[in-house]
C-alpha cells in the first residue's frame, strides 16, 4: 500500500516526544494538533486513518505549552498523556474515553504536584500501572505507577540514567527504552590580527550539559546554566574556564538563561523550581538569592537594562509571549512589546531593545524605548542566538541543508552583514552565543556527543 499524509504535525515548541498512540482497533492515531485558526497551545486530536478528519481530545490552558505523550489503555477507554506546564514541568493526566474514543469527562492529573521532563508513557498488558520516564533532563530515569492510586511511584531499579520512551509489548513480558546520553561545551571563537579562528572548547568543561553563557561586562568571568551537579542550576568560571563554581542549589526543575548586571556585581535568572517559571536574581559570590516575579504567569529569559535600574522578561501575562520591564529590586512590571517578544536585550545607549518575535524560528526586531514602533533588524536566528554590542549585532542563522551553523556580524551603522567564522559541528541544536566586553570572544554552546542505546528487558512484570 503507497504511503498518504495523515496530518502535519507542528513540533516548533518541542513538545516531548512520542506525538502518536493508535487505538486498539488499528483505526485512528492520536496525536497533538491544532484548530484551524492556527492557536499556538497544541491540544491532542483524533485523527480517522481513512480520512484524517481531526477531533479535539484536550483542550489545554493557553499558558501552558500543550498536550503530547499520548498513551491509550489496553481496553481503549483512558488517555494518559503528558500536559507540559513549560518545557520541564509537567502534569501526567489522564481523560476517561467514550466507546468511539471521544472524551468522557475532563482529565485528571495522576499526581497533586508536576512532574519533571516526562518523556514518554506506556501502560502495562493489565491496564493496572502505567510505565513512565521522568527526572532532571539527561538523568531521567524509569518509573511505574498506579493510575488507581495512591499515587506512589516506584522507580525501576535496573534502568539507569537517561531512560527515556518505555514501549512495552502487546503480548506483555517484554519492556523496551532509549538510554540517552548527551555531552553538550561551550567553544570559543577569538579575534587575532583582524581574523576569527575557532579556538578550543572552554577548559574545565564537564561531560554533562553546559550552556547559554554570558560574559560578565569587566571582562573577567562567564555565567551559565550546567547540570554538571545532577540539577540544571547556574555556575560561573573565570573567562580562562577556571574556577567553577555553584551559585544556585535548588535541586529541581529547570534554572538557566544568567544575564549579568551592567557592574558585573549580580546576575538576573530563570528558574522553574517552584513550579513555574519565575525570574531570580544572586550576587556574584551565589549570597543574596531572591525571587523578583511575584504574578502566576509565566516569566524567563530576562536581562538588564545599561543603567543597572530595571530587568526585562519575557512573560504569557497578557495571553502571549511579550517583553515586559519590571524594577530591578522588584515591583509592578509594565509591557514593552505588542507583536511578540522575547529575550529581550536593550542597546548600549538605551535607547532600543532588541528581541526575537517568538520563541522559535524567529528573527530579530527592535522597538524605541520606552515603547514605540517595532521594525523587523535580521530575518531569522537561532534560539537564542544573537547579541548585542554597541557596534552590531552577533547571530547565528538557523542552521543551513547540511545542519551547519555559522556566527555572522550586522553592522548597525552600515547595514552590511559578514560572516565571522563556521562551527564546527552539524546539528539541530543551538544553545547559546555571548561576546566578551572587548569584542575579542565570541562564546557558543555546541553538543559535541550524543549517545542513545535500545534496552530490552524479557520477562518485565
Known amino acids: 500500500m503507497p504511503e498518504r499524509l495523515l496530518a502535519e ?5 518541542r513538545l516531548p516526544t512520542p506525538f502518536l498512540a493508535w487505538t486498539p482497533d488499528g483505526k485512528f492515531v492520536i496525536a497533538p494538533g491544532t484548530d484551524a485558526g492556527g492557536d499556538e497551545t497544541r491540544a491532542l ?6 480520512t484524517g478528519a481531526k477531533q479535539r481530545l484536550t483542550s489545554p490552558p493557553a499558558d501552558t505549552r500543550g498536550d503530547t505523550s499520548p498513551a491509550l489503555s489496553p481496553d481503549g ?3 494518559a498523556f503528558v500536559r507540559c506546564r513549560s518545557y520541564t514541568v509537567h502534569d501526567l493526566c489522564l481523560l476517561p474515553l467514550s466507546d468511539a474514543f471521544q472524551g468522557a469527562g475532563e482529565p485528571r492529573k495522576v499526581f497533586a504536584e508536576p512532574q519533571s521532563n516526562i518523556a514518554g508513557v506506556a501502560w502495562t498488558r493489565d491496564g493496572k500501572e502505567l510505565i513512565y520516564s521522568s527526572g532532571q533532563l539527561g538523568r531521567q530515569a524509569l518509573w511505574r505507577v498506579s493510575p488507581a492510586g495512591p499515587p506512589a511511584p516506584k522507580r525501576l531499579p535496573f534502568a539507569g540514567e537517561g531512560a527515556l520512551h518505555p514501549v512495552l509489548s502487546p503480548a506483555g513480558g517484554r519492556l523496551a527504552y532509549l538510554l540517552y546520553s548527551e555531552d553538550t561545551n561551550l567553544w570559543r571563537i577569538q579575534e587575532s590580527g583582524n581574523q576569527w579562528r575557532v579556538s578550543s572548547a572552554l577548559p574545565g568543561s564537564s561531560s554533562r550539559f553546559e550552556g547559554f553563557p554570558d560574559f560578565s561586562p569587566d571582562g573577567e568571568r562567564i555565567a551559565l546554566m550546567s547540570d554538571r551537579s545532577g540539577t ?3 555556575w560561573t568560571c573565570r573567562k580562562d574556564g577556571s574556577n567553577w563554581v555553584q551559585l544556585t542549589r535548588f535541586g529541581k526543575g529547570l534554572t538557566g538563561f544568567p544575564r549579568w548586571s551592567p557592574d558585573s556585581k549580580r546576575i538576573v535568572f530563570d528558574s522553574r523550581a517552584e513550579g513555574q517559571s519565575d525570574i531570580y536574581v544572586v550576587n556574584a559570590d551565589g549570597s543574596g538569592l531572591r525571587r523578583l516575579t511575584k504574578d502566576p504567569s509565566y516569566a524567563a529569559l530576562p536581562s538588564w537594562s545599561r543603567d543597572g535600574k530595571s530587568v526585562y522578561f519575557c512573560s504569557l501575562r ?9 524594577p530591578a529590586e522588584g515591583g509592578e512590571a509594565i509591557q514593552v512589546t505588542r507583536n ?3 529575550g529581550g536585550v536593550e542597546s548600549h545607549d538605551g535607547r532600543r531593545l532588541y528581541f526575537a518575535n517568538r520563541r522559535f524560528d524567529s528573527g530579530v526586531w527592535r522597538v524605541q524605548l520606552p515603547s514605540g514602533e517595532e521594525t523587523e533588524v535580521i530575518a531569522a536566528v537561532s534560539w537564542r542566538g544573537f547579541a548585542v554590542t554597541g557596534e552590531g549585532i552577533y547571530f547565528t542563522p538557523p542552521a543551513d541543508e547540511q545542519g551547519k551553523h555559522s556566527v555572522q556580524f550586522l553592522d548597525l551603522a552600515t547595514g552590511k552583514t559578514r560572516v565571522i567564522a563556521a562551527l564546527p559541528k552539524s546539528g539541530p541544536f543551538f544553545y547559546g552565543l555571548a561576546v566578551s566586553a572587548d569584542g575579542r570572544t565570541i562564546l557558543w554552546a555546541q553538543t559535541d556527543q550524543i549517545s542513545g542505546d535500545l534496552m530490552l528487558v524479557e520477562k518485565f512484570r
Open 77 to 79: 477507554r483512558t488517555l
Open 9 to 13: 504535525i507542528d513540533t516548533r515548541r
Open 340 to 342: 511578540g517578544g522575547v
Open 232 to 234: 540544571l542550576e547556574i
Open 318 to 326: 497578557s495571553g502571549q509571549y511579550q517583553t515586559w520591564r519590571m
Open 45 to 50: 486530536f483524533l485523527y480517522p486513518v481513512e
